[in-house]
């Protein structure tokens, strides 16, 4: 079907083995985390010029009693397309919420700031608003501490709705940033019709930042571009000190990957904070 009208293909065993296995996992998912299978770990995110930490990207782990750690990039997609990322989000929302609330103050003032990933499932649920800002309530973190990834894939399936959704959040002090910036239908008018505080370039643009011209071309126009619209960039994915040096030199506003630090559990990440 996806294929188009006058498509077909043949059976295979590994279409039903992978339909059978994503039906095993959304029964899995069901409760994992009323069961307490599942965690956030958070990735501390730099400023770029000094490498003054100055926040974290909650990320959800699941850990099954049996099979051990499942990645992410396998049970999101099953959960975003069963409808119980709409659930999870919440806990990952409410979770993300409380621990950043029990940071210190970081030594040049303020606080640290959480990222949440919302998904495109949960940005098309009407009731996102209200978790947002119940989630802000219950635990008493300021508004301006909480940050949401949205991806553009999200954002363009119904530009109207997430211009107002996003205005709406950004009405009540939380930021937004367009995560995986570059993989997608990168559109300026998306940029033009849904206001944003910040883009996360992906990974996959930084990797080759060293050996590949027309990537290092491409960072620093879409930094360039961000600058001009008066909003930040965060460079992810970086692993190398040759990386973060290019990206210090063209005045990158924040830095993440595993050559700064790989996830870390909350307790840790606190501990780093202190
Ligand atoms: P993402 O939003 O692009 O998150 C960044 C991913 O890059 C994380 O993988 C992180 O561990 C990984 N990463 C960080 N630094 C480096 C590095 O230097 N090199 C490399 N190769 N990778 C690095 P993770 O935690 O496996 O998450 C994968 C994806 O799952 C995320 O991609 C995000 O799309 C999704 N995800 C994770 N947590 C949540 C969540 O709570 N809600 C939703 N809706 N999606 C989530
Ligand atoms: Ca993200
Ligand atoms: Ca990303």
Redesign the pocket.
């Known amino acids: 079907k996806f294929a188009g009208k006058n498509c077909y293909r043949f059976y295979s065993h590994e279409v039903a083995e992978d339909a059978m296995r994503r039906m095993r996992m959304e029964q899995n998912l069901r409760g994992a985390w009323e069961r307490g299978e599942m965690s956030v770990v958070y ?1 501390p995110i730099y400023r770029t010029s000094d490498r003054a930490l100055m926040g974290a ?4 782990r699941w850990t099954r009693p049996t099979e051990g750690a499942i ?3 396998l049970f ?1 997609p099953v959960a975003e397309q069963s409808g119980l ?1 709409e659930d999870i ?1 919440v806990h ?1 929302l409410q979770a993300a919420c409380a621990e950043a609330a029990s940071w210190p103050e970081l030594p040049g003032g303020g606080h640290a700031f959480v990222s ?4 495109g499932q949960q940005m098309r649920n009407v009731a996102l608003f209200t978790q947002v800002t119940d989630a802000l309530r219950h635990s008493g973190l300021a508004a301006e501490r909480l940050h949401l ?1 949205v991806t553009e894939t999200a954002v363009i399936r119904d530009v109207t709705h997430a211009a107002d959704l996003l205005a709406r959040l950004r009405g009540v002090g939380v930021r937004v940033w367009l ?2 910036f570059g993989t997608g239908y990168s559109s300026l008018n998306h940029l033009r019709r849904v206001q944003v505080d910040g883009l996360k370039i992906d ?1 996959s643009f930084i990797a080759d930042l060293l050996e590949d011209p027309g990537d290092l071309a491409l960072t620093s126009a879409t930094m360039a571009m961000a600058h001009s619209l008066g909003i930040v960039v965060v460079a ?4 190398q000190r040759g990386q973060y040096d290019l990206l210090r030199e063209r005045e990158g506003d924040f830095v ?4 700064l630090s790989h ?1 870390l559990s909350a307790m840790e990440f606190a501990r780093l904070l202190d």
Do not use: H, T
């Open positions: 990735q990207e909650a990320l959800l990645p992410p990039e999101i990322i989000g990952v949440v990933n919302v998904s990834e995560d995986d990974r992810e994915g970086v692993e993440q990957g595993y050559w996830p």
